[in-house]
Nanobody, 123 residues
């Protein structure tokens, strides 16, 4: 069983930065694809970024390319999301997710989800 625990959310002004962290436990971490989704009130869950297991290729939603960076530390079973130039419309609960090896953008195809961390961006 994989457990994912997010941290690093909070309040920030528009244009500011936050770094989210996700601590994983359970299965062989290096084989897992890791990712971040977000969900704003009244909206569907949205893929934000992902990083593959083994080859560690990275993938981003078009809306965050150039501003967000996903990274992983296999030795410590951590994944990070550096978010820069945040916008008010990016206010949401951000979830850390994992699945075997490959990154996909559909929420239902991710096996494990953390509890989420709130990110609030004020204008």
């Amino acid at each position: 069983q994989v457990q994912l625990v997010e941290s690093g959310g909070g309040w920030v002004q528009a244009g500011g930065s936050l770094r989210l962290s996700c601590a994983a436990s359970g299965l062989t971490f290096s084989n897992l694809a890791m990712g971040w989704f977000r969900q704003a009130p009244g909206k569907e869950r949205e893929f934000v970024a992902g990083i593959g297991g083994i080859r560690t290729s990275t993938y981003y939603a078009d809306s965050v390319k150039g501003r967000f960076t996903i990274s992983r530390d296999n030795a410590n079973k951590m994944v990070y999301l550096q978010m820069n130039s945040l916008k008010p419309e990016e206010t949401a609960v951000y979830y850390c997710v994992s699945r075997p090896v490959l990154v996909v953008t559909t929420a239902n195809d991710w096996n494990y989800w953390g509890q989420g961390t709130q990110v609030t961006v004020s204008s």
